[in-house]
Nanobody
Framework: QVQLVESGGGLAQAGGSLRLSCAASGSIFNVMGWYRQAPGKQRELVATITSGGSTNYADSVKGRVTISRDNGKNTMYLQMNSLKPEDTAVYYC??????????????WGQGTQVTVSS
């Protein structure tokens, strides 16, 4: 059974920091990532990381956040620094596993709220 459990969200002031965690079970995933959705907005990519450690960041957060994963613990992290009010959103953990036949399966966490005050 695949399960993604998120933690670390909360309230921070502008310029502050938060670290989000996503504990996964059921598989080691080929790609994991963080997405966010602000009220009235579409869900958008924040960052992704492969099982080998390759990363990708949205322009809006590049230089301020770091995505990482611990394959031994099967846990992914998002360290967020220099937070801005526009970072306020629900942050979702995402994971993809690819079968030996090249078929992708995608999973989502429940989301964790990040609120940044000005």
């Amino acid at each position: 059974q695949v399960q993604l459990v998120e933690s670390g969200g909360g309230l921070a002031q502008a310029g502050g920091s938060l670290r989000l965690s996503c504990a996964a079970s059921g598989s080691i995933f080929n790609v994991m990532g963080w997405y966010r959705q602000a009220p009235g907005k579409q869900r958008e990519l924040v960052a992704t990381i492969t099982s080998g450690g390759s990363t990708n960041y949205a322009d809006s957060v590049k230089g301020r956040v770091t995505i990482s994963r611990d394959n031994g613990k099967n846990t992914m992290y998002l360290q967020m620094n220099s937070l801005k009010p526009e970072d306020t959103a629900v942050y979702y953990c995402n994971a993809v596993r690819t079968t030996g036949w090249g078929i992708d399966y995608e999973y989502w966490g429940q989301g964790t709220q990040v609120t940044v005050s000005s």
